[in-house]
């Protein structure tokens, strides 16, 4: 799944050919927006129908189009502001069928770089592994396996970062982890990452995702562990010390590990507008974790939350409402949490319930319609400083407590927003009742 503008895309199914799941037709994809979903499959689109386009179980949104992979069909272009629907097989690109098939097309890898440019992954294929297409001019480029890698180490999934350099989880042809590549700007320079102390210390080879944060660096989601790269950008050129992984190191020193989810066996990692990084487990629910990584914040699971199931594969955050998309193998659930994309200029801030009863009322203080780094003060009426915050989106909570941990007293409180730059100021007021 992908969120951006208020916009969720996804495919429909697992990767069949991979997972032992069957193949209908009906595996197609779906874009959600503005409350309503859509359908594209081969019984409701006849673009999807004529070249038998199924199996769609990889996303990426491009400045101009949605784009989806599929496990044996190529690859979908559909034009966000026309909607025409392009398949993208053997016919009309150079996406390299599996060897031994002249049409079985997997694309487990999407995304794009800083120039608006789409690359895609095929997997499986003899040659043309990597390539990429300008949408601005039609045209492809082609680029060979790197000597970085061996023949063995199979390309799957793609992750391009702020420098345009190109994150790919290796595997081999029966899905074990053989580590990362990683490919410079220059499409040139690469090394190869893996679990050796010596060379790169990855938590495990088997990488599921890889992600960039708001502050830059890389974190990756493996089949044991979390880890990251806090300056991506001098792995390739820099020392052996700038490619080793680190570990992210538990806050609680009492705890059976140093290392916080050491041994979660994690399918993917998503970042909200709050830097916070949302866990997807194969059998363990969902875990919020801390931007830092020191800290579990939330940990839901079907013992205390509505989720279908504990097997999540996949999660996207839509930054702009707060909505969490959590897909499992039982079906879609989303969430509304807290933080959410921040606004370009504040004004009067939106603050719920409110008045806000103790009686009535358990949660917290919701304010909304802050830019992006805000310190957000309450004041009473008089002018008190009674608690503050530095927030990093655009809606933050306050639990009715200052700076003690007490309950404050009845009263109308003041909330004054300033930006980082203190060029944008928002002001709200709330009613508290004991």
Known sequence: MKSEDGILISGSSPGPGRAGFPSPPQTGYFIYENGVWNSFNTDTTPELAGSQFNSAFNSAISPNYFVFGSWGRGAVLHDRNTGEITVLNRNNSP???????????????????????????????????????????????????????SITDLYFSLTIDSFDQKWITLQSSTGAGRGLLLIGSDNTDAVKLTSASTQGNLPNDLVNQVVQDKRGEIWLATERGIARYLFPERVISGTAQDRQASFLINEDTTAASPFLLRDLNSTGITVDAANRKWIASRDNGVWLIDENGRRVIRHFTTDNSPLPSNRILS???DEKSGTVFFATDEGLISYTDIPREGVRKMDELFVYPNPYSYRMNSGPVVID??????????????????????????????????????????????????????????LGKIVIIR
């Open 95 to 149: 996406l390299e069928p599996i060897a031994g098939s002249n049409t079985f097309i997997v694309v487990p890898g999407i995304d794009t770089d800083s120039r608006g440019n789409i690359w895609f992954v095929s997997y499986l294929a003899p040659n043309n592994t990597l390539q990429m297409y300008d949408p601005a001019v039609d045209e492809w480029s082609l680029f060979q396996r790197s000597s970085a890698s």
């Open 315 to 317: 999660i996207a955050v």
């Open 369 to 426: 319609g802050l830019s992006e780094r805000t310190s957000v003060s309450i004041l009473t009426a008089d002018g008190r400083l009674v608690n503050r915050a530095e927030v990093r989106s655009g809606r933050a909570s306050w639990d009715v407590r200052d700076f003690q941990g007490n309950r404050v007293a009845s009263g109308v409180y003041l909330i004054v927003a300033v930006d980082e730059n203190n060029s944008e100021r928002g």
